[in-house]
C-alpha cells in the first residue's frame, strides 16, 4: 500500500487525477465518520455508504475544477454534502422538510457555521439540478431508467434487478454504478460549456 498522502492540497490534487490511493485514503479518513452520524440519524449502513459515494462523486467533480478552492477541510466538505444528501433524501419521503440539529462529526469548531454551510451547499446543488435533468435526458436507456428507479423511485437493488432483467442485484449495482459515471461525465462536460 502507498504512504498516506499528507497534506489535503496533495490529496486533492491526486484525487483529481483519479489516484486510487487518494480515494482510499479519503475513504479510510473519512467515511466512518458519516456512517456513524447516518446511523444515529435513522439511516442505514447501505444509506451511508451510497451518500458517501455520491459525495466523492460531488468532491472529485470539484477536485478536476482548476478554479476550486475548497474553505474549510475536505472531512468536512464530506460532512456537508452528506448531510445534505440525505437531507433531500428524507424530504423526499417525506414531503416536507426535515431539521436534524446534531452537527456531530463535523470538524468544524464553530458549530453555528454548519447551518451556513448546508444552505450554501444546498443553493449550489439546487443551482444544478436543471443541468442534472438535461444530462439525465441525454444519459440515455437503460441509464436513464435505472438511475431514475434507484434515486427517485428508491427502488433497491433487487427491484431493479427484477425490474430490468439482470441476472442479480450485483449486477444491477455494478450497472448502476457504470450509468452513473455516464452520467457524471455528460454532467461535467455541460458545466465546462
Not at 90 to 107: A, F, T
Not at 151 to 171: C, L, R, V, W
Request: aromatic share 10%.
Amino acid at each position: 500500500m502507498q504512504s498516506p498522502i499528507n497534506s489535503e492540497q496533495q490529496l486533492l490534487a491526486a484525487l483529481a487525477t483519479g489516484q486510487r490511493g487518494a480515494t482510499e485514503q479519503l475513504y479510510q479518513q473519512h467515511y466512518h465518520v458519516i456512517n456513524g452520524w447516518l446511523i444515529k440519524n435513522g439511516g442505514s449502513a447501505a444509506d451511508a455508504a451510497d451518500l458517501f459515494q455520491e459525495a466523492m462523486v460531488v468532491l472529485f467533480g470539484k477536485a478536476q475544477d482548476k478554479d476550486f478552492r475548497l474553505t474549510c477541510s475536505i472531512g468536512t466538505y464530506l460532512f456537508a454534502v452528506s448531510k445534505h444528501l440525505w437531507y433531500k433524501k428524507l424530504q423526499k419521503q417525506h414531503k416536507e422538510p426535515v431539521y436534524i440539529l446534531d452537527n456531530e462529526g463535523s470538524d468544524d469548531e464553530d458549530a453555528g457555521v454548519g447551518y451556513e454551510d448546508d444552505v450554501n451547499v444546498h443553493e449550489e446543488r439546487e443551482a444544478h439540478y436543471e443541468q442534472l435533468d438535461s444530462a439525465l435526458d441525454q444519459v440515455g436507456e437503460p441509464c436513464r431508467s435505472i438511475l431514475k428507479a434507484y434515486y427517485h423511485h428508491d427502488k433497491s437493488m433487487q427491484e431493479i434487478a427484477a425490474d430490468f432483467g439482470y441476472t442479480n442485484p450485483d449486477n444491477a449495482k455494478t450497472q448502476k454504478y457504470k450509468c452513473l459515471a455516464r452520467l457524471r461525465k455528460l454532467f461535467y462536460t455541460m458545466q465546462a460549456k
